[in-house]
């Protein structure tokens, strides 16, 4: 098995031609829409992916955001490259050893899916031959590239995808290593030591998104497929563990096929509609009361090996489903899973016959219910994918799904799609620029720890996650408001990760605007006001709710004087469990003290609460034994 890894990275500088900012929001002042087709590249030929996508015809809807503008709408010429991406992009090429090419040339990467207004990416290569070292092992990195990432698609049907133009042109930077990448876990370690990298230059966008991984695995016999945007760290090794299953049951499946002597016919698909003129199937006559047709292909050989449910989440059918739906379809029905969903007996044999099948345990059919036109398209598609699986596992690129599997998206792209791109001149990188870029590099990672854990004094384990999580700088600049380091990283390693999902705005927040926010949150503990316990309470009213800090500790329910109150609360539940005291003595203490934390928590530190319960409790203990009367 081999993995490489592709990283990208937003950076947060500005979008990277334009002076709009990286701001993504929910609300649009209008939309245009457009076709794309493939183009030739500068080698002459048209790339297969791109060829691929045109074939499917569909038209792509673009939303105007309140910051959107004409370069985003492929109306005006691009500005000249963002400096401030680029000097980030050269920072990491100096981390990583990594040779910085004499002059940047953007290029053009023909990408017709819709995700980019003109039908084209434009990247720039920055650097080459570079490493990084993990685990002891040293993994290459074949190249630095900055590059601008794609529109967000927000909808999709049939015959329209629609997209947002809020982040497209946000700088992408994409860091490649080379495949000497032997696992699931080893893919996951390199992939967080370039993230902790990324984040050492503090100038790398937060939040959920923000970075994503593309996954290139291949194993012996197989082939290189590309798992795209893979978002978290920990689901790198169950994709990767996956797609090796995968690929090792479809050389399983060649070589049954060609075994079996299976073979993927020509000629047009055969109308099979007047088998199901009184179908059960819900879905296929909804599609011939609309004017569709059922349209079936045979693939002799095949039988037995498309696969069923039973047969576990990897199998050929799911692949060939998979391409028809890139046609536009609904999906398919094969014969080795009918009779079934509404189709019976009667109607697979009306197949059968209308096919000239021949042996049942040998041959196999595949059914698509749609318009003509989509359904020639999809069975098109569906034969395809049939005669690549008498090769074995074709070079493709999948997007991620549930429960770590991968669904085709299209072919693998190629050389083909690449061109210069004319809009933006060359740019030198002489080597005083370099000189005065390692004049400023960031503290790297290693050193971080040793500062952490030494002048700091946290724990190995928080440090690490700090550096992890890309919270060193909040933290620095806490402290260095006089904030108290352990209640600082019990704030950002702790209460900030548990509510990620809600806080997600604030946790992508510029380091500078995080601090301003909640260093007060910090006052207010070390004030005494409430107790540590109380930060995920009023974190949640306060940012969620958008109250003010004062209208935030009093909607936790945490404002109010605490003083005596607390040895009261204690008295009264040690009073009202003496049943328990007598039974347990000293040992009552624990769930006395779940008790008393219910009533107090986020009031009052669960160090002061345990002590005036110990105080009451002890005193009480002691009334009993001498046999003194109840207090």
């Known amino acids: 098995?081999?993995?490489?890894?592709?990283?990208?990275?937003?950076?947060?500088?500005?979008?990277?031609?334009?002076?709009?900012?990286?701001?993504?929001?929910?609300?649009?002042?209008?939309?245009?829409?457009?076709?794309?087709?493939?183009?030739?590249?500068?080698?002459?030929?048209?790339?297969?992916?791109?060829?691929?996508?045109?074939?499917?015809?569909?038209?792509?809807?673009?939303?105007?955001?309140?910051?959107?503008?004409?370069?985003?709408?492929?109306?005006?010429?691009?500005?000249?490259?963002?400096?401030?991406?680029?000097?980030?992009?050269?920072?990491?090429?100096?981390?990583?050893?990594?040779?910085?090419?004499?002059?940047?040339?953007?290029?053009?990467?023909?990408?017709?899916?819709?995700?980019?207004t003109s039908g084209f990416q434009r990247t720039a290569l920055i650097a080459v031959d570079g490493a990084v070292q993990v685990g002891g092992k040293r993994f290459t990195i074949p190249s630095i590239c900055l590059e601008e990432d794609a529109a967000r698609k927000v909808r999709e049907t049939p015959e329209e995808v629609t997209y947002r133009l809020d982040r497209l042109g946000i700088p992408l930077l994409?860091?490649?290593?080379?495949?000497?990448?032997?696992?699931?876990?080893?893919?996951?370690?390199?992939?967080?030591?370039?993230?902790?990298?990324?984040?050492?230059?503090?100038?790398?966008?937060?939040?959920?998104?923000?970075?994503?991984?593309?996954?290139?695995?291949?194993?012996?016999?197989?082939?290189?497929?590309?798992?795209?945007?893979?978002?978290?760290?920990?689901?790198?090794?169950?994709?990767?563990?996956?797609e090796v299953d995968r690929q090792t049951l479809l050389l399983k499946v060649r070589e049954e096929l060609k075994a079996r002597g299976a073979t993927v016919p020509s000629g047009p698909p055969v109308d099979v509609s007047s088998s199901f003129s009184t179908t059960g199937s819900k879905g296929i006559r909804e599609t011939l009361s609309k004017g569709g047709r059922v349209l079936a292909v045979l693939l002799p050989g095949f039988a037995g090996r498309l696969g069923t449910s039973k047969t576990g989440p990897e199998r050929l059918g799911r692949e060939l489903a998979d391409h028809a739906r890139a046609m536009g379809s609904g999906g398919i029905l094969h014969s080795d899973e009918?009779?079934?969903?509404?189709?019976?007996?009667?109607e697979v044999a009306g197949v059968r016959s209308a096919l000239g099948l021949g042996d049942p345990?040998?041959?196999?059919?595949?059914?698509?219910?749609?318009?003509?036109?989509?359904?020639?398209?999809?069975?098109?598609?569906?034969?395809?994918?049939?005669?690549?699986?008498?090769?074995?596992?074709?070079?493709?690129?999948?997007?991620?799904?549930?429960?770590?599997?991968?669904?085709?998206?299209?072919?693998?792209?190629?050389?083909?799609?690449?061109?210069?791109?004319?809009?933006?001149?060359?740019?030198?990188?002489?080597?005083?620029?370099?000189?005065?870029?390692?004049?400023?590099?960031?503290?790297?990672?290693?050193?971080?720890?040793?500062?952490?854990?030494?002048?700091?004094?946290?724990?190995?384990?928080?440090?690490r996650k700090l550096l992890r999580d890309g919270e060193v700088e909040v933290f620095d600049l806490l402290v260095a408001k006089g904030h108290s380091v352990p209640l600082v990283a019990r704030l950002l390693t702790q209460e900030m990760p548990a509510l990620e999902s809600e806080l997600g705005?604030?946790?992508?927040?510029?380091?500078?605007?995080?601090?301003?926010?909640?260093?007060?949150?910090?006052?207010?503990?070390?004030?005494?006001?409430?107790?540590?316990?109380?930060?995920?309470?009023?974190?949640?009213r306060r940012f969620l709710e958008h109250l003010?800090?004062?209208?935030?500790?009093?909607?936790?329910?945490?404002?109010?004087?605490?003083?005596?109150?607390?040895?009261?609360?204690?008295?009264?539940?040690?009073?009202?469990?003496?049943?328990?005291?007598?039974?347990k003595g000293p040992a009552a203490f624990q769930p006395l003290m779940g008790d008393l934390m219910a009533k107090v928590r986020g009031r009052k530190d669960g160090k002061e609460v345990a002590s005036a319960l110990r105080k009451v409790l002890n005193e009480r203990l002691a009334s009993l034994s001498s046999g003194a009367p109840k207090a």
Do not use: W
């Open 548 to 583: 003010d800090l004062e209208q935030a500790i009093s909607g936790a329910g945490l404002s109010g004087p605490m003083g005596e109150e607390l040895e009261t609360l204690a008295r009264g539940i040690v009073e009202a469990n003496l049943p328990l005291l007598q039974e």
């Open 174 to 242: 994409e860091i490649a290593t080379g495949p000497e990448i032997s696992g699931g876990q080893e893919a996951r370690e390199v992939a967080e030591a370039l993230g902790v990298l990324l984040r050492a230059t503090r100038r790398v966008k937060r939040g959920l998104g923000t970075i994503r991984e593309d996954l290139n695995v291949s194993i012996e016999g197989g082939a290189r497929v590309e798992i795209k945007g893979v978002q978290e760290l920990r689901a790198i090794p169950l994709f990767v563990e996956n």
């Open 1 to 116: 098995m081999k993995v490489g890894l592709e990283i990208h990275q937003q950076l947060a500088t500005g979008k990277l031609f334009c002076v709009c900012p990286c701001e993504l929001s929910d609300l649009t002042q209008g939309a245009f829409v457009r076709r794309l087709r493939a183009v030739v590249g500068e080698t002459g030929t048209a790339d297969r992916a791109a060829q691929a996508q045109t074939r499917r015809g569909l038209r792509y809807r673009y939303e105007v955001s309140p910051h959107s503008c004409l370069v985003e709408a492929d109306e005006e010429p691009p500005h000249a490259l963002n400096p401030r991406a680029l000097e980030v992009a050269l920072t990491m090429a100096e981390l990583l050893g990594a040779r910085v090419v004499d002059e940047i040339q953007v290029m053009r990467k023909t990408v017709v899916d819709g995700s980019n």
């Open 361 to 463: 345990e040998l041959d196999a059919f595949v059914l698509v219910a749609s318009s003509p036109p989509v359904a020639e398209r999809a069975l098109s598609a569906v034969r395809a994918r049939a005669r690549e699986a008498l090769e074995g596992v074709p070079e493709e690129t999948r997007d991620p799904a549930l429960e770590g599997r991968t669904r085709y998206n299209r072919p693998l792209p190629g050389r083909h799609r690449m061109y210069p791109e004319t809009d933006v001149a060359p740019i030198p990188i002489p080597s005083e620029r370099l000189e005065e870029v390692r004049r400023r590099l960031p503290e790297r990672p290693e050193d971080t720890l040793q500062r952490l854990e030494g002048r700091s004094g946290l724990a190995s384990d928080v440090a």
């Open 338 to 346: 009918l009779p079934a969903y509404g189709v019976g007996a009667e």
């Open 505 to 540: 705005a604030l946790i992508a927040e510029e380091d500078a605007a995080r601090v301003d926010l909640l260093g007060p949150l910090l006052s207010a503990v070390e004030a005494g006001r409430f107790a540590k316990e109380g930060l995920a309470p009023v974190l949640r």
